[in-house]
């Protein structure tokens, strides 16, 4: 069974640092366009990052853009997302997500065929 397992959520105060890890257990992971998404309680899941199965090209979410960064090691079969400068308004859980092919809407969830189950990041003021 193909699965996606995201570490690395935790409790950190306004303007500090997490990095998210996503491992694949299957090696034909590392050919997938991979991202990003998450959602805050109330809300509806939303497009982070996404990046190609290269790493060559990057897209981001206005909201996090100069703040966070996407990155793969299709070695160890893993997608990080070094987030920065965080603010409360950060506080959701993080998925990470998988896609054959980069999607034509890139922030659009239905464009991704894999889920992680997701990691709580809280950013208190």
């Known amino acids: 069974q193909v699965q996606l397992v995201e570490s690395g959520g935790g409790l950190v105060q306004a303007g500090g640092s997490l990095r998210l890890s996503c491992a694949a257990s299957e090696r034909t992971f590392s050919s997938y366009v991979k991202g990003w998404f998450r959602q805050a309680p109330g809300k509806e899941r939303e497009f982070v990052a996404t990046?190609?199965?290269?790493?060559?090209?990057?897209y981001y979410a206005d909201s996090v853009k100069g703040r966070f960064t996407i990155s793969r090691d299709n070695a160890k079969n893993t997608l990080y997302l070094q987030m920065n400068s965080l603010k409360p308004e950060d506080t959701a859980i993080y998925y990470c997500?998988?896609?054959?092919?980069?999607?034509?809407?890139?922030?659009?969830?239905?464009?991704?065929?894999?889920w992680g189950q997701g990691t709580q990041v809280t950013v208190s003021s």
């Open positions: 990046i190609s199965w290269s790493g060559d090209s990057t």
């Open positions: 997500n998988a896609a054959k092919y980069l999607p034509k809407t890139v922030a659009a969830a239905s464009g991704y065929d894999y």
